[in-house]
């Protein structure tokens, strides 16, 4: 959305197939989209997934309220901020295996710096690592008669 000085607020021109390659999500996720865009949604191809409480255009000025109302409504801390919603998928998509230009293509970023941040490092994904790195072991001393040399 872009507004002028002193004019009403204008959306910006939806992208179209040839701007972006779309983007991949859990099946498990159709139905709540598909109940967001038959109820809440604008109508038609061109309308937006999220609009303000009367219907329009979401404004910067007032996005605040409808975030601590939504935030509320949810029952989520008032320590959550929006932008928090993003690093926690893009953290759960780094824990769930993508790689880092995968991030990259997922966040619309052309630097590896962000993309990191979301790759930090989880005690669950130490123990996976973990685990495979035994597995790979065992199956090297299963393929090797050799004793363990300590070294």
Do not use: Y
């Not at 255009?57 to 932008?83: E, M, P, Q």
């Not at 072991?137 to 070294?151: F, L």
């Amino acid at each position: 959305m872009s507004r002028r000085h002193g004019h009403q607020p204008q959306a910006r021109p939806v992208p179209t197939r040839s701007d972006h390659t779309g983007l991949c999500f859990p099946a498990e996720l159709v139905p709540e989209l598909t109940h967001r865009l038959e109820h809440f949604a604008g109508a038609g191809q061109d309308g937006h997934l999220f609009r303000g409480p009367r219907g329009g255009l979401l404004r910067r000025s007032n996005f605040r309220d409808d975030w601590t109302a939504a935030r509320t409504k949810a029952c989520v801390s008032g320590d959550v901020h929006f932008h928090d919603l993003r690093h926690t998928g893009n953290t759960l998509a780094s824990s769930a295996g993508a790689s880092t230009r995968g991030l990259m293509t997922r966040m619309g970023h052309s630097t590896t710096r962000a993309a990191l941040i979301h790759q930090h490092m989880t005690s669950d994904r130490d123990q996976h690592i973990a685990g495979k790195l035994g597995e790979m072991i065992r199956q090297a001393r299963k393929d090797s008669d050799a004793e363990p040399s300590g070294t």
